[in-house]
Each structure stands twice: as C-alpha cells, then as structure tokens.
C-alpha cells in the first residue's frame, strides 16, 4: 500500500507548498520511488475553470479534461507524473456529491453531517487510484487554521489513525520571518502555527521552516523543543536563485533522509540528481540570451501565466540561452504604436484568454510580428487575434472578428457546439454552464507533412490539452490559404482547424492548444524550443 505524506502550511499562504511537494516528489522519484501527488483545495467552487486569473492565477488542464488548481502543474513538471482528475478536489466537489448521495437515499435516513459523512468523502478521494505507487503526496491548500479547511484537517487526522503512523507522515510547512528592525529571525510565528495543528490533533512529523536568512541550528533546537520535534526535523528552506535547485537545495539539508527516516527506510538508495544539477548548470551559464515580449491581458499577476512562463524557460534551456520577457499589457497598444514597445524584442507571443479587453492590441501585436518578420507563436485566444489580423489585413475581409465579442460581419471565429472527443460526440449549449463546459484536455491533431509546425514537431500525429469554446471557422480558413496563412493542423476528423502558419514568414505559428501544459525542465515542448531557436536566430540578424 501507498505510504501517504500530508503537507500543510502555517503562518500565511504563498509560502510554496506546491513548489516544496513537487520538489519532494522529484526527490523521492530519484531515488527509485513511485509517486504521486494530489492537492486538496477548501474553497467551495467545484473547481477553478470559472474563477479569475486576477484571484486565482491559471487554470491548469489535465489530460483527462479536468481543470485544476496551478500547483498541479508544479507536479507534473517536476516528477512528469500526468495528473489526473482525481487528483484535485475541493470543498465545493465534496459538498456536492455529498449532496446528490443524500438526495437519491444513499444514506439510508442518517443525519448527514461533516463528520462522518463529508470526512469519508474526503477520505475516499484521497485513496483512490493508489495502487502500485510507493508514496502519495497531498497538499492541502489555504493554511492550519482557515474555517473552510478543517473538514480536510480532520480527514487527514483520521486517515493517520486509520492506517498507523508507518504509513502516514506529515510535514509542515511554516514561515520564519527575519525582522530587520531587530537583525534577527523570530520563530513565535512557527510555533503557534505548530500549536494550532497539534490542536486539531495533528503532530508534525517534519517541519519545513521558510526562510531568507540561515536559521541557526540553536533556534531550530528552539523550534524542535517548542514543537515536540528534534532538531534535525526542523528542516531550513531558504529562497533560492532558481525553482529547479529546490530538490538539490532539500536534499543538501536532508528533507527526503528525515522523510525516510519517519517511514523507517534508513537504508533507502541514493537519489540520482544529476539531471537536476544539469538544468541547474544551464540556468546558471547560458551561452547567450533573449528578449521575448508576451503580449496578455493578467500581466498584474503572473501567475496566471505559470505554466507559459515555465515553458519558455525550459525553451532557453533546450538553446542555452538565458529568456527575458517583457510582459506587456495589450491595452497599451490601443493607444500607443506597437513598434515603441516591440523593437527591440526578439519574439512575439500572444496567449490564451477571454473577453474583449485588449483584444485590438494583441491583434495590433500580431500584424507587427507578421510585417516586421518577427518570430511570433499565437495560443488559444493568440491563434484567433491572428487569425482576424490576416483576414482583416491579408484578406481584405474588413469587419473580421469573433462572435465572442460581439457580431461580426465576417465571423472568422465562431462558438464552438459539437465536436468529436474519442467515439463520442460532445455538444454544449450558447447558454448553458460555464463551469467544465469548454472543449477540456488531451485530443489529437493530424499535421501536414512538409508544415513548419510538421518539422518543429519531428511528428505528424500529436497530442495537445485544449481549454476553449470557440475555434477557427473552417471556411473563412480555408479563404484565407488563398492570402498565405495555411492550416498545418486539423482535428481527426477534418472538421476543427488546430494549427495555422504563414509559410512565407520566418517562424509564425498559431495554436488552439496549450502547449505550455505538458513542457517540462528535463523534456522542453518542441514548439517553445522552436519558438526560442527562432527568437535566437533574430536576435544574431539584428
């Protein structure tokens, strides 16, 4: 059976528990483990796909067409374990099949109640699907103490007293703020937020002490002594100069030999960290460097582009080169000339998102990328913007637009309300839900032989993660082959446009997928290591 490791925070949120799970799971696979990891989120919404990236950052997609909380992101591309639905769950999906159980009579006249009934539910989704692995990680979201949470603490007590501290061990993760006023690291902040868990009858195991300044091992016996831990438990987790040093940086002060230690597996084999130390070594020494300007509406908060930031890098990574992005707000280039801000860049991309907000800006982008030879990759939302600038501009089509924002007078973009997932075909109605009713997660795209997209990929046949309503209408892009933008991607069925390029233009590619979902640090997507190697060969033209 799985060995199960709980990770919870304190103090305050954003102190990286996605980052600190992911990097164990990396550590805990490169030494020979099986893992998975799964995050439990308290917030009431079934799931993210309708919340604001302004609130929530991106909306990460699985292959199995579940959207999901970002930090399922950090796991895939630290251990390349696909997640899967099951691995993400909130208080709102417990809550509501808590709630259709006890309306069709599954609980046989009981009073439903949050224990035992919502921590069961909890308690089955943590276990399901664990066969076969050696350690299940799981996160839980928000921090010890928040009301909405308590339901996921109190799951996770049980499930310790259920199964025996052998198989179960949680880890803590906590801030220990330096106050400059004072010159010195305070650690009450750690040892309330341990109280307060020991409160609801969870005894750390393992406490991960966020920090900026080395903790001296005379206040790790304080917070050992004050928090019923040894010393050697407490373990430092200083900010680091890259996110792909964290599993070297917990393995140097002996996360993962304490986490086996709490297991009893003293004499567990190494870990082999050589491909991290190489990524790290490429971060570290680049042979030369980019400039690449994203063109988006959520610049505010970057976190909404993770995953593409992410993906970029690990495009850098595949040229040895260092990637600046300039990130810019479309609605800037409604009032003011693309070139004062694009000049000097060496890329354009434009990426996915939704509404009318900036939408004439990033079209503004994409004609600059187009007339100026500039390498330019188009995502989702990016593929439309270029699709209406070559009908307006190439085509002559005046009026070219997206029914998404209104009525054009020629719809190169349309809603999208049936098309073919697998054997079956999928319909959704103009007003129905908005919650998981887009076109979700893994399908395959046909690439025409000879394409750029075609030789980018070394492939003909691929697999991409989609999150959107609405797609290229196939007529208008048909017309627009006629002008020099080409289809070099269609669904299996020939129905869907997936990929269009200007085969004239030195690299412009626009994709109705999300690339950025299945790059990796130790496996870069083709297309960003394409779109960088572009971005590299203008920057030695100029």
């Not at 305050?12 to 030494?31: E, I, N």
């Not at 959207?67 to 997640?83: I, K, M, N, Q």
């Not at 970029?312 to 004062?340: C, P, Q, T, Y």
């Not at 939408?359 to 593929?383: D, H, M, S």
Request: with cysteine.
């Amino acid at each position: 059976m799985a060995r199960l490791i709980f990770i919870t925070g304190g103090v305050v949120s954003s102190l990286g528990k996605g980052l600190a799970s992911a990097a164990l799971g990396a550590l805990l696979q490169a030494r020979g483990y099986k893992v998975r990891l799964r995050k439990l989120d308290p917030y009431l919404n079934v799931d993210p796909g309708t919340m604001s990236p302004f609130q929530h950052g991106e909306v990460y997609v699985t292959d199995d067409g579940s959207e999901t909380d970002l930090d399922l992101g950090h796991y895939e591309r630290f251990t390349g374990v696909s997640a899967l639905k099951s691995d993400n769950v909130t208080s709102g999906r417990i809550y509501s099949q808590v709630i259709e159980k006890e309306r069709k009579g599954g609980y046989l006249g009981r009073t439903v109640q949050v224990i035992p009934h919502v921590t069961d539910m909890i308690k089955e989704f943590v276990l399901a699907e664990t066969d076969g692995l050696d350690f299940l990680l799981v996160e839980i979201g928000g921090t010890v103490g928040d009301i909405e949470g308590l339901p996921f603490f109190e799951a996770i007590r049980q499930l310790s007293n259920d199964l025996g501290r052998g198989q179960t061990a949680f880890i803590h993760l906590t801030l220990v703020p330096y106050i400059e006023a004072a010159g010195e690291l305070k650690t009450k902040p750690t040892q309330h937020s341990v109280k307060e868990l020991r409160a609801i009858g969870i005894q750390p195991d393992i406490l991960l002490c966020r920090a900026s300044h080395p903790i001296p091992e005379e206040e790790r016996r304080k917070i050992g002594l004050f928090c019923n831990l040894p010393a050697d438990r407490v373990i430092p987790a200083l900010d680091v100069d890259t996110i792909y040093r964290v599993p070297l940086a917990y393995h140097d002060v002996g996360l993962d030999t304490q986490l086996l230690r709490v297991f009893g597996l003293d004499n567990a084999p190494p870990p082999d960290l050589s491909r991290w130390q190489d990524v790290v070594d490429r971060v570290k020494n680049p042979e030369g460097e980019v400039r690449i300007a994203v063109v988006g509406k959520y610049m505010q908060v970057k976190d909404s582009y993770k995953s593409l930031s992410e993906a970029l890098d690990h495009g850098g990574l595949a040229n040895n080169v260092k990637v600046h992005l300039d990130w810019i707000d479309s609605e800037v280039f409604e009032r003011e000339d693309a070139a004062v801000f694009l000049e000097g860049v060496n890329a354009i991309l434009v990426p996915g998102g939704f509404g009318e907000r900036g939408t004439e800006g990033k079209i503004n982008a994409v004609k600059f990328a187009r007339e100026r030879n500039v390498p330019f990759l188009g995502i989702c939302y990016g593929l439309h913007m270029a699709v209406i600038e070559a009908a307006r501009d190439l085509a002559g089509l005046e009026g070219a637009g997206t029914t998404e924002i209104g009525h054009p007078k020629h719809p190169v973009i349309g809603l999208m309300t049936e098309w073919v997932k697998g054997n079956q075909v999928e319909t959704r109605a103009a007003d129905g839900d908005l919650g998981g009713t887009m076109r979700l997660g893994a399908y395959t795209a046909m690439l025409t032989p000879g394409s750029k997209v075609a030789e980018v990929y070394g492939a003909t046949e691929i697999s991409e993660r989609h999150r959107h309503r609405y797609e290229v209408n196939t007529d208008y892009a048909r017309q627009l082959e006629q002008h020099g933008m080409t289809v070099s991607g269609w669904s299996p069925d020939g129905r869907l446009p997936e990929i269009m390029e200007i085969p004239s233009h030195p690299w412009f590619i626009g994709v109705q997928f999300h690339p950025e979902l299945k790059s990796r640090p130790l496996e870069p997507h083709p297309l960003f290591t394409g779109f960088v190697a572009a971005a590299v060969q203008k920057s030695r033209l100029v």
